[in-house]
């Protein structure tokens, strides 16, 4: 499939998902999106999305597609659950701010292994280290003002589900590995 046939995809995806809130709000009162919430929702999938195609297309077998398609969801829920609700704490929490490194260092990690199954590989587990440890510094060394605590969720609840996130990048990091041990070859054309 061509370079432009997959953005189309990316964008008619992202239209369709963007429909299910809006049909929601004809529907629920309980759900209410601003012309805002779209936007950034909007930008949100469509990014993820060209993102995966643009670095799925590096990989030649369907281990690698899947380890980015897994990283690129670690991420896009990582960004969304943060605006939404916050990862420690609620969303006004300063703390929060700390989850960008996991980003960072996927991001870099990717840039310095050139795409390639094995860095990769690191690039993710590393950014499980780094969300283990963002996550332990927000919850015990950064404690959170009075005003941005959550008191209704348990400690358990948060590391739990924080847990589930960095076994996502840990899943990403298993399965580049994967690709690399069957021969993987970076393609070096995107298009």
Known sequence: MTLTKSIIRVALSTALLLLIPLVAMQFNTGVTWTLFDFVVAGILLFGAGLLFVLIARLGNNSAYRLAVGVAVAAGLLLVWANLAVGLVGSENNPANLLYGS?????????????????????????????????????????????????????????????????????????????ASGTGSLLSHQLA
């Not at 590393?126 to 008191?151: D, H, N, Q, S």
């Open 102 to 178: 996991v980003l960072v260092v996927a991001f870099i990690g990717a840039l310095v292994a050139r795409f390639r199954p094995l860095g990769m590989s690191r690039a993710m587990f590393g950014a499980a280290l780094t969300y283990v440890l963002v996550t332990a510094v927000a919850l015990f060394i950064w404690k959170p003002p009075v005003a941005t605590a959550e008191p209704s969720v348990g400690l358990v609840n948060v590391l739990v589900a924080n847990g589930l996130f960095a076994a996502l990048w840990a899943a990403s990091g298993w399965l580049f590995r994967r």
